[in-house]
């Protein structure tokens, strides 16, 4: 990306927590000091590994990548030991007992103890811990409204976007293009619902991959010669429960999974189109 030309550009790139982990009281603070030159944008501990590299111009390799998702996880499992596992699970209307915070992920039996040690019936990996963990320690507990936005129309969702629409949305794209029974096996295996067509789609399905952070895929068959199109859409208050970091994770992470489970039944998934 160009070199931003002033401190409100930083700031728009970061998550607005005031977390004070970079030395400074307040994002806006940091945003400044990186613009003068008295701090680098890598000494943000939030910021995703692509940001940081766009705004300095190189290519995260790919262990680099990899060592900061980890440093990423381990900063939040050390804040859930240092949190009120009881009053979050108030917050965030999950159940807290035996010193274990649990809720549902999927329709599945997720949980984290005060030390931080997790618990699930399903895998547990990145794209399911960091949104989960996230959740935990900075999700508002603000109620899902019903009203459907897509990931740009979210805070700092503008500049995820393209990567987004390309990793979660083309990628579910091609699953549904090829796997006739995703959208069953998304209300079968997942606890899905379908719901009344959405924005004129001809398939409409809505996740609960957090308890107040649903999703709503949204697919339209080719016709007529058009391809076929499939859009994912987040509730409006999707970006007080969870960063947009948090989000962008949620969805690639599912496009993943379907991918796996689509191979697992046979079918070769095109992805010469994403």
């Known amino acids: 990306m160009p070199q931003p030309k002033n401190a409100m550009e930083i700031f728009q790139l970061l ?10 009281k307040t994002c806006l603070a940091f945003a400044g000091a990186v613009y003068m030159g008295q701090k680098s944008i890598r000494d943000c501990p939030r910021l995703a590994p692509e940001i940081i590299a766009r705004v300095l111009g190189e290519a995260p390799a790919p262990h680099i990548v990899e060592q900061n998702r980890e440093d990423y996880m381990q900063s939040l499992i050390e804040g859930i030991r240092q949190s009120d596992l009881a009053a979050a699970a108030r917050r965030i209307g999950a159940r807290f007992e035996d010193h274990r915070l649990r809720l549902k992920i999927l329709g599945k039996n997720f949980s984290v103890d005060t030390e931080g040690r997790l618990a699930a ?36 969702g503008k500049e995820r976007y ?28 997942f606890n899905g619902r379908r719901v009344a067509r959405q924005f004129e789609s001809d398939i409409s399905v809505v996740l609960d991959p957090l308890p107040q952070v649903p999703i ?15 859009k994912v859409f987040f509730d409006a208050t999707a970006d007080q429960n969870l960063d947009i970091g948090a989000l962008f994770t949620l969805g690639v992470g599912l496009a993943a999974m379907f991918e796996k489970l689509a191979l697992r039944h046979g079918y070769s998934v095109d992805q010469t189109q994403v």
């Open 15 to 24: 998550d607005k927590s005031n977390c004070q982990e970079c030395g400074r």
């Open 121 to 156: 019936d399903i895998h547990v990996n990145p794209w399911v811990t960091v949104p989960f963990l996230h959740y935990v320690l900075h999700g508002k507990g603000v109620p899902a409204t019903g009203n459907w936005v897509s990931l740009r129309e979210l805070a700092d």
């Open 162 to 189: 393209p990567l987004f629409q390309k990793r979660c949305e083309a990628a579910m794209q091609a699953v549904a293009d090829t796997y006739p029974d995703l959208f069953k096996d998304m209300v079968r295996l």
């Open 216 to 230: 709503m895929v949204c697919y339209w068959r080719p016709e007529d010669g058009m391809a076929s199109s499939l």
